[in-house]
Structures are given as C-alpha cells and as structure tokens.
C-alpha cells in the first residue's frame, strides 16, 4: 500500500530484505514476486515525491508505470504462489498444471488490459476523442490515485 511516502520507503527496505531471504531460503518465484511488489513501493514512494505535479515528465512516467505493474500483479501473485506450492509441495502434480494455466490466463488479461494505453484507430467513431484525459499521478483518499488516456474503443480489443 502507499499510505504515505515514509510507509512506501519503509516497505521498500521490508521488500528488498524479505526478497532477498526469499530468494537464499525459500524458492525464486516467490522471490520475484515479492520483489515485484517492492518496485510499486518504490513507484509509490517517487510517486510522492511530484505527487499533484501534473505538468512534471516523471508524475507522467509514474503514472503510465503504475498502470503497466497493475496490469501483470494477478499474474505475478499465481506465479508466487506456483513458487511455493512447488517448494512445499503443498498440491499435487495436476493442480500445479491448472496452475499454470491460471498464470497464462492471468498473463493473457494482463496483456489486454495494458493494450488499453496503446490508441487504436476504429474507423466507425467519428466524432469525439478514441484516446482521451490526462497523464497524472495526484493526492487519493487514502492511496495515490492516478489517470491516464486509456482507449476506450473498439471495444472487442479489450
């Protein structure tokens, strides 16, 4: 979570520490994926330091990598959890393999959410913007919120 930037920083220091345990004591996967949630502290942490600066290039790039780490954290998480069902071997062979292809699914959504930041053009829209609003990381409630132009036609890409 990014409830402020000191909790990002410190679950940055958590994440690499836990990471690198996890990686000497418990299984790669499981290493990766916690290493993948510790780059969204360290996102949310930069992320505080140009939060609400609209018109700063790194509020932009921040806001875009949010997007594309939300885009693969289902995956990443079964991958994890693949990890230490292996290394515990806590379910048998055939639940490992619908495992497996609960990550490619998870992989496969991932990819068709991400290629909503990608402008397609469809030929029927005459009117309007496909491509639409603004690039910014800005103050939640309780999180960083952020917006981006997402394409919201043709609907059957996504």
């Given at each position: 979570?990014?409830?402020?930037?000191n909790v990002s920083?410190?679950?940055?220091?958590l994440g690499i520490?836990?990471?690198?345990?996890?990686?000497?004591?418990?299984?790669?996967?499981?290493?990766?994926?916690?290493?993948?949630?510790?780059?969204?502290?360290?996102?949310?942490?930069?992320?505080?330091?140009?939060?609400?600066?609209?018109?700063?290039n790194l509020n932009?790039?921040?806001?875009?990598?949010?997007?594309?780490?939300?885009?693969?954290?289902?995956?990443?998480?079964?991958?994890?959890?693949?990890?230490?069902?292996?290394?515990?071997?806590?379910?048998?062979?055939?639940?490992?393999?619908?495992?497996?292809?609960?990550?490619?699914?998870?992989?496969?959504?991932?990819?068709?959410?991400?290629?909503?930041?990608?402008?397609?053009?469809?030929?029927?829209?005459?009117?309007?913007?496909?491509?639409?609003?603004?690039?910014?990381?800005?103050?939640?409630?309780?999180?960083?919120?952020?917006?981006?132009?997402?394409?919201?036609?043709?609907?059957?890409?996504?």
């Amino acid at each position: 979570m990014c409830w402020s930037q000191n909790v990002s920083l410190i679950l940055t220091g958590l994440g690499i520490v836990t990471t690198l345990y996890s990686y000497k004591y418990i299984n790669i996967l499981w290493a990766i994926t916690i290493f993948y949630f510790t780059v969204m502290q360290i996102i949310h942490y930069l992320g505080y330091l140009v939060i609400d600066d609209c018109n700063n290039n790194l509020n932009k790039l921040l806001s875009y990598s949010n997007y594309i780490h939300i885009s693969f954290q289902p995956a990443i998480y079964l991958l994890g959890i693949y990890g230490l069902f292996t290394t515990y071997n806590i379910i048998n062979k055939n639940q490992l393999i619908s495992l497996k292809y609960y990550i490619y699914l998870a992989l496969v959504a991932g990819c068709f959410y991400l290629l909503r930041i990608i402008p397609i053009y469809h030929s029927l829209k005459k009117e309007g913007c496909l491509w639409c609003g603004n690039t910014c990381s800005f103050t939640g409630k309780q999180h960083i919120n952020f917006s981006l132009p997402l394409r919201l036609e043709p609907y059957y890409f996504t």
